[in-house]
């Protein structure tokens, strides 16, 4: 699986997002090291804290099927297009690092390009039993 293909996976994703209050949808498409990929995509809510994140709609289906171990994931966003970098919250970026190491791949769109960071790049001394 190429990073844009998975970037690819990620557009499709968020075209299924609801986000009626934002208008801001989001897709993710999360690679998991037996080549699996489980999609995820924003899903708003009338009472903001109960929104879910794309990120985290992706990695709860992988692991409500028992997928322990990831290699990456691609993230897109926006309300008119794709074509900037969509960081994940504070909230996401927590979670991932509960099953992914420092060196887990997050991979975004940047225009015409691919823009790469580790996890570790995004949350530094992140928290950890």
């Not at 993230?75 to 970026?93: A, Y």
Request: aromatic share 10%; hydrophobic share 40%.
């Amino acid at each position: 699986m190429t990073d844009l293909q998975l970037i690819k996976m990620a557009e499709n994703a968020a075209n299924n997002a609801y986000s009626p209050y934002s208008g801001f949808k989001v897709g993710a498409a999360l690679l998991a090291r037996d080549g699996r990929v489980f999609c995820g995509c924003n899903i708003e809510n009338g009472s903001y804290s109960a929104t879910i994140c794309a990120e985290r709609v992706a990695m709860t289906k992988a692991v409500s099927e028992g997928v322990r171990e990831f290699e990456s994931i691609a993230i897109v966003g926006g309300i008119d297009d794709f074509s900037k970098p969509c960081m994940p919250c504070g909230v996401c970026r927590q979670f991932i690092s509960e099953f992914c190491g420092g060196d887990f791949r997050l991979i975004f769109k940047n225009n015409d390009a691919v823009l790469i960071k580790t996890l570790d790049e995004l949350l530094p001394n992140r928290f950890e039993l």
